[in-house]
Nanobody, 118 residues
Framework: QMQLQESGPGLVKPSQTLSLTCSVS??????????WSWIRQSPGKGLEWIGY???????YYGPPLNGRASISRDTTKNQYTLQLNSVTPEDTAVYYC??????????WGKGTLVTVSS
């Protein structure tokens, strides 16, 4: 059974870099035609897709973050990581990692709350 688990600090200061890791079990992040996404939900708002890293290692990011996001992976650990630079309080959100296969986000982590505050 596939499981995704987010980990990282729950509190980040403004202007610093947020770094989260998604650990995947029950399947390989190198499996063909699978995309590994980061998604967030800010308080009182809907889900916002941040970006993904594909099985090939290529990445794609959503426009709203203005180039501040970077996604990388460690295939030896079966993990992938989100870095978000120059955070502000508007980046406070629950961050989720999720797998996309066959056009659907079919496996999600439970989410982790990250608060940006001094």
């Amino acid at each position: 059974q596939m499981q995704l688990q987010e980990s990282g600090p729950g509190l980040v200061k403004p202007s610093q870099t947020l770094s989260l890791t998604c650990s995947v079990s029950g399947g390989s992040i190198s499996a063909n035609y699978v995309y590994w996404s980061w998604i967030r939900q800010s308080p009182g708002k809907g889900l916002e897709w941040i970006g993904y890293i594909a099985w090939t290692g290529s990445t794609y990011y959503g426009p709203p973050l203005n180039g501040r996001a970077s996604i990388s992976r460690d295939t030896t650990k079966n993990q992938y990581t989100l870095q978000l630079n120059s955070v502000t309080p508007e980046d406070t959100a629950v961050y989720y990692c999720a797998r996309e296969a066959m056009g659907a986000l079919d496996h999600w982590g439970k989410g982790t709350l990250v608060t940006v505050s001094s």
